[in-house]
T-cell receptor, first 116, second 114 residues
Framework: EAGVVQSPRYKIIEKKQPVAFWCNPI?????LYWYLQNLGQGPELLIR????????DSQLPKDRFSAERLKGVDSTLKIQPAELGDSAVYLC??????????????FGPGTRLTVL | AQKVTQAQTEISVVEKEDVTLDCVYE???????LFWYKQPPSGELVFLIR??????QNEISGRYSWNFQKSTSSFNFTITASQVVDSAVYFC???????????FGQGTTLQVKP
């Protein structure tokens, strides 16, 4: 079974430029998560989707970050414009179910973003 | 508030030594879940174990074992006879039974030297 797929693995951009990250979850997993991991820290949740619906986006900086999961499968996370402080690893995870149960979340390899 | 504390920032051992990674959590939920993940240099978080708050039995999987003690709010992870391939960052995480949200600790970097 294929795991969570993310692309690109690495991205280097100039500040104020836009950037997008793509995630394909494990087949059949209804819940998708985007996490931010700063250097030397644990991941922090940005947004959680149940199918197409964003059910928890309280930690997403909505002035510059946006996300979508139009068909309930793949998801895209966008930053526009990027700032120096956005340099981090962006992790995507998926689980079979979500909501009131804490299913095991399986993570992708992440996208390492460097903003110059 | 929910919180996970991994007090050990870095641990260095010599191959074949046993090593224990500590994890202390805080939650007011009666139903919660605890996880350990391994993050090797490649960056991907690898799931190791999931334990719910009603199951305090210790678990052993090969060289890995976990000690869950609700009385001290701890969920410690022991690697027996460590190997160089065990070198990674290990994260303990707490999941709410209500929201499904994971709260991660800061991670412990384990270096196993040959």
């Amino acid at each position: 079974e294929a795991g969570v797929v993310q692309s690109p693995r690495y991205k280097i951009i100039e500040k104020k430029q836009p950037v997008a990250f793509w995630c394909n979850p494990i087949s059949g997993h209804n819940t998708l998560y985007w996490y931010l991991q700063n250097l030397g820290q644990g991941p922090e949740l940005l947004i959680r989707y149940e199918n197409e619906e964003a059910v928890d986006d309280s930690q997403l900086p909505k002035d510059r970050f946006s996300a979508e999961r139009l068909k309930g499968v793949d998801s895209t996370l966008k930053i526009q414009p990027a700032e120096l402080g956005d340099s981090a690893v962006y992790l995507c995870a998926s689980s079979l179910a979500g909501g009131t149960s804490t299913d095991t979340q399986y993570f992708g390899p992440g996208t390492r973003l460097t903003v110059l | 508030a929910q919180k996970v504390t991994q007090a050990q920032t870095e641990i260095s051992v010599v191959e074949k030594e046993d090593v224990t990674l500590d994890c202390v959590y805080e939650t007011r939920d009666t139903t919660y879940y605890l996880f350990w993940y391994k993050q090797p240099p490649s960056g991907e978080l690898v799931f190791l174990i999931r334990r719910n708050s009603f199951d305090e039995q210790n678990e052993i999987s090969g060289r890995y074992s976990w000690n869950f003690q609700k009385s001290t709010s701890s969920f410690n992870f022991t690697i027996t006879a460590s190997q160089v391939v065990d070198s990674a960052v290990y994260f303990c995480a707490l999941g709410s039974g209500n929201t499904g949200k994971l709260i991660f600790g800061q991670g412990t970097t384990l270096q196993v030297k040959p």
